[in-house]
């Protein structure tokens, strides 16, 4: 089977940083996305992960080991407007869909 | 460079009636996904196509849903006799089907009441 875990909330000041978690269970994996979704809006794309290693852009990081089927998501310098839902999403190779876990709600305080 | 286009953005329907929501892929892309968000829940695939293919539907329920992406014109999601369980927003996202990261990339959603 396939399963995704990320915790429900998370909340951080503004200026810091925030790791917000992400465990897969998939059977043949074959990349790991995280997306932000604004209450009652689309996701928007983040980034991309296939191999084990850290991917940086910008602000934002994301990390993959694959033989613990663990993801994080790094996010430096926290702004208000990063109030949002974290959703983390992985590919099996059996196909294009994305299985999503629940979403990370995040928010940031002055 | 438009973006996924979703229509209705919003759509109220009356128990025992039809609706159609449509989605038009980014510009270059050939893959189209519908994806599903109940209240308070994470997004639950439900239909991978291509042009006038049906890739993956494993996600859709077995009866009253269907899924189109005909040669021309956009994909249709169409779900016959909607019940109140079916208020949802409606995600479709399209991807160049390209190897490699082959991103998709979400419409703004159709958010499905019904009454």
């Known amino acids: 089977g396939q399963n995704i875990d990320q915790p429900t909330e998370m909340t951080a000041t503004e200026g810091a940083i925030v790791q917000i978690n992400c465990t897969y269970q998939?059977?043949?994996?074959?990349?790991l996305f995280w997306y932000q979704q604004h209450a009652g809006e689309a996701p928007t794309f983040l980034s991309y992960n296939v191999l084990d290693g850290l991917e940086e852009k910008g602000r934002f990081s994301s990390f993959l080991s694959r033989s613990k089927g663990y993801s994080y998501l790094l996010l430096k310098e926290l702004q208000m407007k990063d109030s949002a839902s974290y959703l983390c999403a992985v590919r099996n190779n059996q196909g294009g869909k994305l299985i999503f876990g629940q979403g990370t709600e995040l928010s940031v305080k002055p | 460079n438009a973006g996924v286009m979703q229509n209705p953005r919003h759509l109220v329907r009356r128990r025992g009636q039809e609706a159609r929501l449509r989605c038009s892929p980014m510009k270059g892309h050939s893959h189209v996904y519908w994806y599903r968000q109940l209240p308070e829940e994470g997004l639950k695939f439900m239909v991978y196509l291509q042009k006038e293919n049906i890739i993956d539907e494993s996600g859709m329920p077995k009866e009253r849903f269907s899924a189109e992406f005909p040669k021309e014109g956009p994909s249709i999601l169409r779900i016959q006799q909607v019940v109140r369980g079916d208020s949802a927003a409606y995600f479709c996202?399209?991807?160049?089907?390209?190897?490699?990261?082959?991103?998709?990339?979400f419409g703004p959603g159709t958010r499905l009441t019904v009454l």
């Open positions: 996202a399209s991807s160049p089907g390209m190897l490699g990261p082959d991103t998709q990339y």
């Open positions: 998939t059977s043949g994996f074959n990349g």
